[in-house]
């Protein structure tokens, strides 16, 4: 039982650095603690980034993709410009992220069903489309809170912060190519 362990663990620690840009640095984390001191985030973040990284050896697989850090984290790169190891921390939450979301681990967020509907407006226009984000996102998600974000909505629309209908980036057609590839890519891993 023991041999499968720590099989197991090798595996789910291979797969996150092999699936993150310098991820093999993860192996060289002090357990300092300054990725979590520094996060503007750790208070609503389940476990702590460093916390992560320890899970992640110990192949605690389950755990680490049912936590909400991923969730909470806001890619600011604090955790990773201050490791004094150089460790890519934003990065191995983004493979963690992508892990969760593949796996349907993920709970008590509506993240994924935000960073898809995001996505496809992205994809479709080349930029983001608050109005649209806004409705498709609560409409599909959490219809009866839309109604609580109408007064928000028409006040950034009166002010000239929201329009009702989105706009194209120029050569729209060249960032679908690169969206495209970058897909075929991802679907070849």
């Known amino acids: 039982m023991a041999a499968a362990t720590v099989a197991e663990n090798n595996t789910f620690r291979n797969e996150v650095m092999a699936e993150t840009p310098n991820g093999h640095r993860m192996l060289h984390c002090l357990q300092c603690g300054t990725c979590g001191g520094s996060c503007p985030s750790g208070a609503d973040m389940e476990l702590t980034p460093r916390a992560l990284i320890a899970l992640i050896n110990a192949g605690q697989r389950d755990r680490v993709l049912s936590a909400n850090t991923m ?11 201050r ?19 593949a796996e349907r681990r993920y ?9 898809k509907t995001f996505t496809d407006f992205v994809d479709k226009y080349g930029r983001s489309f608050e109005f649209g984000l806004a409705t498709g996102y609560h409409l599909l998600s959490r219809p009866l809170s839309a ?4 007064p928000m909505g ?10 009702l209908l989105p706009t194209k ?18 679907a070849r891993r």
Not at 107 to 115: E, M, V
Not at 154 to 163: A, E, H, I, P, V
Not at 172 to 186: F, M, N, S, V, W
């Open 83 to 101: 490791c004094p190891q150089e460790i890519p921390v934003t990065d191995i939450i983004y493979t963690l992220k992508r892990l969760s979301i």
């Open 71 to 81: 969730w909470a984290c806001v890619s600011c790169y604090y955790c990773t410009v």
């Open 154 to 163: 028409f006040s950034m629309f009166t002010r000239g912060r929201m329009s």
């Open 169 to 186: 980036i120029r050569n729209i057609g060249q960032l679908q190519a690169i969206i495209h590839k970058a897909r075929e890519i991802g």
């Open 147 to 150: 109604l609580k974000m109408g």
């Open 107 to 115: 709970k008590d967020t509506d993240a994924p069903a935000l960073a």
